[in-house]
């Protein structure tokens, strides 16, 4: 059958591939065995001898096809399931586990045994396939070999064996080369027969004959040694008798010895049980032992902990009391040995000596905090320094308890609460009347005189109106440094001697409070041990030496733990660092915010100096998570919001600024006043963190003044509008290229250009053509020459003959042109403001523009009057003669 379909295989899919079949196995899926397939074992032929194992099914019709093939480096695993021979299963491990049912063993077989063969040949070591559970002698050289089937053999082209097989069948002959005494003895029998070659018949008859002699000569001998061969086979006999003899007697010791071993083996047994028995009997008394040392508590201790003494005196045997407590209590017993009596009522005892102790040093402490409160509240500031009190002494005489408070944290957790909460509300006290001074203090450094709440500042305005009187047109004050209003209409701000003196005050106030509340805060974290999260229970370490080592521990354990449950316990750590510190200095971010608020009600310019101290401390902090930093970070984020409110005034007040009431509009408020409050923001911001802050309120201010001041120029009906943006961009030119700013070098440089197109846009505009007639007259040449006339004989036309330009010059002496420029100054003097002094400037653009016209007229005149001798009554010297007068003049 094998036979047969490999026959058929053959020559239906491998013949045409130049493939030939070397083993072939009907199987089937383990679980499904009706759905029959086989596995190949195929190899290409010379030059490149490839070799892959394939399934091949049977589909629709009787067709047989490829399902799929695998290389053999691609086979990881080759799994017999069992190495009995009788087995069925076996496993093909390629990217994932195939399992197969062989039908035959047979072909079973001789399939794994082909596979190894061709893995060993065909694969390096490191490629080659695993076999596991198949019988050992099927892996060898000398296993099964692939055949080829009869029905494939007798093919036409089949009956000459592959160059690669015959060769590798004559390696494996045994072959044995003659020796040289058969070698001569062959020599001298083809000798005696000289006719061994040239009759080959009779040469085998020679050879038969002389062979039977030999079997006649042998047979004789035989029959002639018959009677020693008789003899042998007697004495073979005796001998054999000897042997069954020694070996009953072998039988009977071999008894002997079995019953001594079953005898030693019995002994044995007892012995080992004897050794069990001692064995458990000294781990015994060594439990024992080390239950009754961990839970054995000396007289002294007991003593210490039943009449405690929290003096100087008896500290100390507290505290060593307190600690053998708590290891003998977070001892580590075996939980089988927890429910002996004895040990129960040990550790009832050790109960009553921990409620006991706890209560003392509770009742101890929560009195001294109460103590250390009152004392606190007692004491007056005999000085008018301004320092906030540092309270250094209550922390060292509270530093000799820390251990016991480590203790009560470990051993008694409601305690250690009640502890703090009494310690918090007996030391906020004292916190909060030092920093209300502090402050108050601080204030009155600043002989500052504050409004105590906004309806003070609204009865101090109503009653400002009723002293000027319901007909009174004086404007109420409005707020400092807004930039769209008036100078004149400002409230009184503070001077810079004074902003500078609030600057710093408020360095020393913030550098004051630092190291109070870093103080506080680690000591808090040490006598209460918050950096730890230690639950009452086992194992817990309050000792100062046993916290230094728990410490480590923790910190090697951090190292090995995951990162992201490690920041939870951080901070879960400070938030309780910061939820004491906020009930120890309740009032501190309420003071420093009213201390703040107070002076920016005064001068919004105070914001600044603020904005820029708090972001000094906060990005300096030694501790950036700290109560205090945190404390900065939010009041720092109020200042941001009334910084930024104050810009947000600032931008709105440009957008509703009002034009002054004047008949010369001159410079407008935002663009007067901006100068000034640049500078006075450079001084404060400049090489500040806060640069950026300021920066992005510089262009958006910039570009709303740039935005503005067209709208309002245009708004002016005395003033041209012309005027108005000359002399606003011209202001606000100046005014960045002084200040120097980076970031609004752009808005310098479109100053500078619409500076200019003002400029340019008035002289056209009231310079206009002082030469009116003149002007239109060479227009209409211009015109002609456009058309084709040319430039000789422009004079020939009646329209525009010599006699007609001597007629339009005549129209323009002198006299005429120097009284029209004196006009055109007055005006341009009644136009400008005096404060940014263009005039100068702008009558100098003029006098180039009529210079400019003037050499036209005469190219003009030249061109089409050459040599005619006619020319303007004035020359170029003369016009800037006329400048010159007019502008000394005035």
């Known amino acids: 059958m094998a036979a047969g379909i490999k026959y058929i295989f053959q020559k239906e899919l491998f013949d045409a591939l130049d493939e030939r079949i070397l083993s072939v196995c009907n199987v089937s899926k383990l679980h499904k065995r009706k759905k029959t397939s086989y596995l190949c074992i195929i190899s290409t032929v010379k030059p490149n001898i490839v070799v892959s194992v394939c399934q091949i099914k049977q589909y629709d019709k009787g067709v047989y096809k490829k399902k799929r093939s695998w290389s053999l480096q691609e086979i990881k695993c080759i799994d017999g399931r069992n190495e009995a021979v009788d087995t069925h299963d076996f496993d093909l491990i390629i990217d994932k586990p195939f399992r197969w049912f062989a039908a035959n063993l047979h072909e079973r077989q001789n399939f794994i045994s082909v596979l190894w063969k061709q893995i060993h040949k065909h694969c390096t070591a490191a490629e080659r396939a695993v076999f596991k559970n198949i019988p050992k002698q099927w892996l060898s050289e000398n296993s099964p070999e ?62 038969s004959h002389n062979l039977l002699q030999l079997d006649g000569a042998n047979i004789q001998s035989v029959l002639a040694s018959e009677k020693q061969v008789q003899m042998l086979m007697e004495r073979i006999e005796e001998a054999i008798k000897e042997a069954e003899k020694v070996e009953s007697r072998l039988d009977d010791y071999d008894e002997i010895l079995c019953h001594v071993r079953d005898t030693m083996e019995k002994m044995g047994e007892k012995n080992q049980m004897i050794e069990i028995a001692n064995t458990n009997n000294v781990r ?96 007056t500031s005999g000085s008018n320094d301004l320092s906030l009190p540092k309270h250094h002494n209550v922390h060292k005489e509270l530093s000799v308890f820390i251990e016991l408070m480590h203790w009560m944290k470990s051993m008694d957790r409601k305690a250690y609460e009640a502890l703090i909460k009494v310690y918090t509300t007996s030391l906020s006290k004292v916190y909060d009347r030092d920093i209300h001074l502090f402050f108050e203090c601080a204030k009155q450094a600043l002989n500052f005189k504050q409004f105590n709440s906004r309806e003070d500042i609204n009865n101090s305005s109503m009653s400002n109106k009723l002293k000027l009187g319901p007909q009174s047109n004086k404007q109420p004050a409005q707020p400092y440094g807004i930039l769209g209003i008036n100078k004149e209409v400002w409230s009184p701000g503070a001077e810079p001697s004074e902003r500078q003196r609030f600057d710093s005050i408020l360095e020393k106030v913030l550098a004051e409070l630092e190291p109070v509340a870093l103080n506080e805060q680690h000591f808090c974290i040490a006598f209460f041990q918050l950096d730890i999260i230690s639950p009452t229970g086992k194992n817990t370490q309050t000792t100062l030496d046993a916290a230094s080592n728990e410490a480590e521990n923790q910190k090697d354990e951090r190292d090995t733990a995951l990162h992201i449950p ?73 200042v941001k919001r009334s910084f930024d409110k104050f810009m947000q005034i600032q931008l709105q007040s440009i957008e509703e600024a009002k034009l002054p009431k004047r008949s010369k509009c001159g410079l407008l408020p935002y663009v007067e006043n901006f100068e000034e409050f640049a500078v006075t923001a450079e001084k404060i911001f400049k090489k500040t ?74 002289v056209t505009k009231y310079f206009g053509r002082p030469l009116e007639r003149l002007n239109q007259f060479f227009e209409g040449i211009q015109v002609r020459v456009q058309q084709g006339v040319k430039d000789t004989e422009i004079s020939y036309q009646m329209a525009y003959s010599k006699q007609e330009l001597r007629k339009v010059i005549s129209l323009y002496p002198a006299r005429e042109v120097k009284k029209g420029l004196e006009q055109l100054y007055k005006k341009v003097e009644k136009h400008l403001c005096e404060e940014e002094n263009l005039l100068q400037v702008v009558w100098r653009a003029m006098q180039q523009e009529f210079i400019n016209q003037y050499n036209s007229l005469e190219q003009w005149i030249q061109r089409c009057y050459a040599g005619s001798m006619i020319t303007l009554e004035f020359t170029i010297n003369d016009l800037l003669v006329f400048f010159s007068e007019i502008a000394q003049s005035h």
């Open 689 to 762: 963190e806060r640069r950026n802050d300021l920066d992005k309120w510089y262009l958006k201010l910039v570009e709303a003044i740039f935005e503005r001041i067209p709208v309002h120029a245009a708004e002016h009906s005395k003033t041209p509008h012309q005027v108005v943006k000359m002399e606003n961009y011209h202001r606000m030119h100046s005014t960045l290229s002084q200040l120097k700013i980076p970031v609004l070098e752009l808005q310098r440089k479109e100053a500078k250009t619409r500076y200019n197109d003002a400029q340019k846009a008035y």
């Open 284 to 379: 015994l008394l060594q439990e024992l032992e080390k239950v009754v040392t961990q839970l054995d508590l000396p007289h002294v201790h007991q003593l210490a902990l039943t009449d405690t003494d929290l003096t100087p005196k008896g500290l100390p045997a507290a505290i060593a009391a307190g600690k053998a407590l708590q290891l003998a209590m977070n001892s580590d017993i075996d939980p089988a040995l927890l429910r002996l009596t004895a040990v129960q009522d040990q550790r009832k005892r050790f109960e009553k000596w921990k409620a006991k102790f706890s209560q003392t040093i509770s009742r101890h402490l929560n009195n001294l905090f109460i103590h250390l409160g009152n004392l606190g509240d007692s004491q």
């Open 146 to 207: 692939k055949q080829i089937d009869d029905k494939y053999t007798n093919r036409g082209n089949a009956g000459q064996c592959d160059e690669e097989e015959e060769l590798e069948e004559f390696e494996n002959e045994d072959f044995q080369a003659l020796t040289e005494k058969e070698e001569s003895h062959l020599s001298k029998l083809i000798a005696e027969c000289d006719y061994a070659i040239s009759n080959a018949e009779l040469f085998m008859d020679d050879l």
């Open 566 to 638: 490690q920041r939870r316990i951080d901070r879960q750590i400070n938030e309780e660092v910061r939820r004491m510190m906020g009930e120890l200095f309740a009032n501190l971010e309420s003071e420093i915010n009213n201390f703040i608020l107070s002076f920016e009600k005064l001068d919004n310019y105070y914001s600044l100096y603020v904005l820029v101290r708090l972001t000094q401390h906060v990005m300096s902090a030694q501790d950036a998570q700290s109560f205090l930093s945190m404390t900065f970070a939010s009041a720092l984020i109020h």
